[in-house]
């Protein structure tokens, strides 16, 4: 079992309402499950986000093309009034995700990630985000 996290992934700076950003988070292998989400908004106020996880950069980049649909391993659009805070977690319904960075060059490869695009909004709050996920290896737990 994994756990990874970004800390503040648009630097500290707050993400404009209707803004996006794209970032990469290392993972230890090419292939794993995604278990468990965790985002939280650092800036008091509604929270109003789409987060979603892509398999590679390149369908990331081009998130309305309908022919790399395909390639997103998870979507979640995420409403909260500023009174229920701005702390979303989920354990992943129905078993972990299973996830492939299709950017990296082999298996082994030393260099995967799981590539993350975060939209905030109109109805949201400018603010900056905090992601953690746990992951766990594709094979734990199968025989």
Known sequence: ???????????????????????DIPIPSQWVKTAYLKIAQRQGGVMNIIFQLWQTTAARGDAMNRANLIYKSLSRQITLTAGQGGEFGE????????????????PDSKQCYVH?????QPAGTASDFDVQMILVDPWEGSH
């Open 1 to 23: 079992m994994y756990l990874i996290e970004k800390i503040a992934i648009n630097g500290g700076a707050n993400l404009g309402l209707a803004d996006s950003v794209n970032f």
């Open 91 to 106: 354990i992943l319904a129905g078993g972990p995700i299973h996830y492939c960075d299709r950017d990296a060059k082999t």
């Open 116 to 120: 993350c695009r975060l939209e905030n």
